[in-house]
């Protein structure tokens, strides 16, 4: 029972930490440019892992194998992620995330991982079409911004989605702690030619103490803590259980952005987060969904 309380309190603490993160990145993206950071988020956060976890090791094989998946998990998921927030809602942000297990169910079909079934299509199919129902709500009220925001964050679903798939074999082999962060500093390396040119036009002498204490706390909080707590909770727990959490964040996301972004959830939104609510609950009655870090 101790044991139980302790995973559920570990879960807990990530959903309120990926959920302050919507509201923390956005507040601090009004002072840095997205790919700025993006690149300093990630560099932060490899720098802190290995302290905390050490220098991983692994064979010639396997660091390759680590390499794509940082380009997915990590380069393509943080630069997708945080320039996609910068243009769109807080809220909107949250709602599509969860939409990442159903997606990864759909890669694990594509490539023969998974079989496909009748439920599992049906909510593949469901969350699919709850998520373009955002995009196509989010162009119908004109703002090409955001528009332009929300499809990055569809594709940065896309591409963890099948980090998760791709990885997943490995996983089991690899321990988690060191692949996440060999990722980060894997990705660090990547993104910084991305971010170059972002990184020499920022205007480092304007940006508030506010912004800089906001990144330390995205680093800390909901990147390094939130990351090793979902792995240590992923030893002791289904990752279905570990996924259900998720449904946390789209609700907390909501009451926080009201509260400190002054967003209002829109009724197509909400429509749209039902739909990709039952179509990850469909799909994954008959099937076992990872979970879904920021």
């Known amino acids: 029972m101790r044991q139980v309380v302790r995973v559920h309190a570990a879960m807990t603490a990530v959903a309120v930490l990926f959920s302050a993160n919507y509201i923390i990145s956005k507040l601090a993206m009004g002072h840095f440019a997205p790919l700025s950071f993006a690149w300093l988020r990630v560099a932060?956060?490899?720098l802190l892992l290995l302290i905390v976890v050490g220098w991983p090791r692994f064979s010639a094989h396997d660091s390759r194998l680590v390499a794509g998946f940082a380009v997915m998990g990590v380069v393509l998921n943080q630069t997708l992620f945080l320039a996609g927030l910068a243009l769109t809602s807080a809220h909107v942000a949250a709602i599509l995330i969860t939409s990442i297990p159903v997606f990864a169910l759909a890669a694990a079909i594509a490539l023969g991982e998974e079989r496909a079934t009748l439920p599992k299509v049906a909510g593949i199919a469901l969350a699919a079409a709850g998520a373009l129902l955002v995009?196509?709500?989010?162009?119908?009220?004109?703002?090409?911004?955001?528009?332009l925001g929300t499809l990055m964050l569809v594709g940065n679903c896309l591409s963890y989605a099948l980090y998760l798939v791709i990885s997943k074999p490995h996983m089991a082999?690899?321990?988690?702690?060191?692949?996440?962060?060999?990722?980060?500093?894997?990705?660090?390396v990547l993104m910084l030619p991305i971010a170059a040119r972002s990184l020499l036009r920022e205007r480092w002498s304007a940006i508030p103490l506010s912004a800089w204490l906001g990144l330390i706390l995205v680093i800390i909080g909901p990147t390094v803590v939130a990351y090793l707590l979902s792995a240590w909770a992923l030893r002791h727990a289904e990752s279905?259980?570990?996924?259900?959490?998720?449904?946390?964040?789209?609700?907390?996301?909501?009451?926080?952005?009201?509260?400190f972004l002054d967003e209002q959830l829109e009724m197509i939104v909400l429509l749209a987060a039902v739909m990709i609510v039952a179509g990850v609950w469909l799909a994954g009655r008959a099937a076992d969904i990872g979970p879904i870090p920021e």
């Open 44 to 46: 932060g956060s490899a």
């Open 135 to 147: 995009v196509g709500g989010q162009g119908i009220e004109g703002a090409e911004g955001s528009l």
């Open 240 to 259: 279905s259980l570990v996924a259900a959490y998720t449904y946390v964040q789209p609700v907390l996301t909501t009451i926080l952005a009201a509260m």
């Open 173 to 188: 082999r690899l321990a988690p702690t060191a692949v996440i962060a060999r990722m980060f500093f894997v990705g660090a």
